[in-house]
């Protein structure tokens, strides 16, 4: 059975600085990997998806790296703001047909100005 | 805007209430899905609709009960349900079931 893992559950960084965000799983077989935001009180908003053939996604100030052997994805952030600050959840899904995403607990980020 | 839209936003209600949730989308997907968010849990698959016809029950218990009448619409119906079940009930949707799902605010739910 799958499992998804994010290291830390929580972080606060001050404003301008680079993170890390860490997710990994333990059933290399995967179709693909999404990282959503979460702000408090609201819905799922997907960041960046990456493809098991891809290595990694890039989307403005974030970048998803996926390491699919290793079972393991990163979640950069550079320059972080204060408007930065969410829960950060990734979700992974099997490469067997239509199966349902599996979902970490998220790690909550907060830059502080 | 997100495109999927959730109501009520809250709702409380006692274990012997009868309520239903809704869902509602206008991005013209065709898989829709109900998940349930518990604090320090990761998001729960409770149901999953593709083209009206429910795909997937992820043993949720008979007091929950989904109904998609179309597409563009989906329900969740509540009846007796227990204390341990309130959490934040969300609902997504996406193109077809290998697509990126979009997610609605959610209806936080608190039995009394």
């Known amino acids: 059975k799958q499992e998804v893992t994010q290291i830390p559950a929580a972080l606060s960084v001050p404003e301008g600085e680079n993170l890390v965000l860490n997710c990994s799983f333990t059933d290399s077989a995967i179709y693909n990997l999404q990282w959503f935001r979460q702000d408090p009180g609201k819905g799922l908003t997907s960041l960046l998806l990456?493809?098991?053939?891809?290595r990694e996604q890039t989307s403005g100030r974030l970048n998803a790296s996926l390491d699919k052997s290793s079972g393991r994805s990163t979640l950069y952030i550079a320059a972080s703001q204060p408007g930065d600050s969410a829960t950060y959840l990734c979700?992974?899904?099997?490469?067997?047909?239509?199966?349902?995403?599996?979902f970490g607990k998220g790690t909550r980020l907060s830059v502080i100005a | 805007e997100t495109g999927v839209t959730q109501t009520p936003r809250h709702l409380v209600m006692g274990m012997t209430n009868k309520k239903s949730l809704k869902c509602e989308q206008h991005l013209g997907h065709n898989a829709m899905y109900w998940y349930k968010q518990s604090a320090k849990k990761p998001l729960e698959l409770m149901f999953v609709y593709n083209f009206k016809e429910q795909t997937e029950n992820n043993s949720v218990p008979s007091r929950f009960s989904p109904e998609c009448p179309n597409s563009s619409h989906l329900f969740l119906h509540l009846h007796t349900l227990q204390p341990e079940d309130s959490a934040l009930y969300l609902c997504?949707?996406?193109?077809?079931?290998?697509?990126?799902?979009?997610f609605g605010d959610g209806t936080r739910l608190s039995i009394l």
């Open positions: 997504a949707s996406s193109q077809d079931q290998l697509q990126p799902q979009h």
């Open positions: 979700a992974v899904r099997q490469n067997s047909g239509n199966t349902p995403l599996v």
């Open positions: 990456i493809q098991s053939s891809q």
